[in-house]
């Protein structure tokens, strides 16, 4: 089975500065699709990006752009010029291309922002 | 993308009651999914719930505990049955047409007393 590891529990970071968050992930599978997901205290789920395991070019929208790392299975998305309301609990996904219904999350990272 | 509403937002609950959660979507979608988020902890898929037939519960979960209904492409309904303090979590819907990336609904803050 999958599975998706997220190392860090809870990160801090700046307003303004940079923080980059890790995952992991374990697979025997040759075509799956990665995701980071953002819950904030309002609980809903929002997609912020997502990389095709196919795309040798990583994924940027606006400000969250990730490190696809293939052959080490990681996947880490990183945020710049951070914002307060970047804080929220992210979480890394991944699902098959063989299997679409199957999602496996990770553990999540708690991201604080300071003003 | 998809939007998708859910009610109730939340409720408390007493012990061995049943309470159902609905779940609406803006369009309509091929497979809608119910997960379960337990307090600081990530989501666990209880099943997925097909459109015209049963649907397909994950291990350590089943149909007499959380019944699901899908009469159509937009709607889904999760039972929470016989509730137990176990059973406080956050249900969440989520839905997803073809190839396309899942979406999630706010969630359902279930608390039984």
């Known amino acids: 089975a999958q599975t998706v590891t997220q190392s860090q529990p809870e990160m801090s970071v700046q307003e303004a500065e940079t923080v980059t968050l890790s995952c992991t992930y374990d697979t025997s599978e040759s075509d799956y699709y990665l995701f980071w997901y953002k819950q904030p205290p309002s609980r809903q789920m929002i997609l912020v990006i997502r990389q095709e395991a196919y795309k040798q070019q990583n994924a940027t929208e606006n400000r969250f752009s990730v490190n696809f790392q293939k052959a080490a299975k990681s996947f880490s998305l990183k945020i710049s010029d951070s914002q307060l309301g970047d804080a929220a609990m992210y979480f890394c996904a991944y699902r098959s291309g063989y299997n679409f219904n199957k999602f496996y999350f990770g553990s999540g990272t708690k991201l604080n922002v300071k003003p | 993308s998809a939007v998708i509403s859910q009610k109730p937002s939340r409720d408390i609950c007493q012990r061995g009651t049943s309470l159902t959660i609905q779940c609406q979507v803006d369009s309509q979608v091929t497979m809608m999914f119910w997960y379960r988020q337990q307090p600081g902890q990530s989501l666990t898929l209880i099943a997925t719930a097909n459109q015209g037939s049963e649907a397909t519960y994950e291990s350590g979960f089943v149909i007499d505990k959380f019944p699901i209904s899908r009469p159509n492409l937009t709607f889904s309904t999760l039972t929470v049955s016989n509730m137990s303090p176990e059973d406080s979590s956050i249900y969440l819907c989520?839905?997803?047409?073809?190839?396309?990336?899942?979406?999630f609904g706010d969630g359902t803050r279930l608390s039984i007393l």
């Open positions: 989520s839905a997803r047409d073809s190839n396309q990336p899942q979406h």
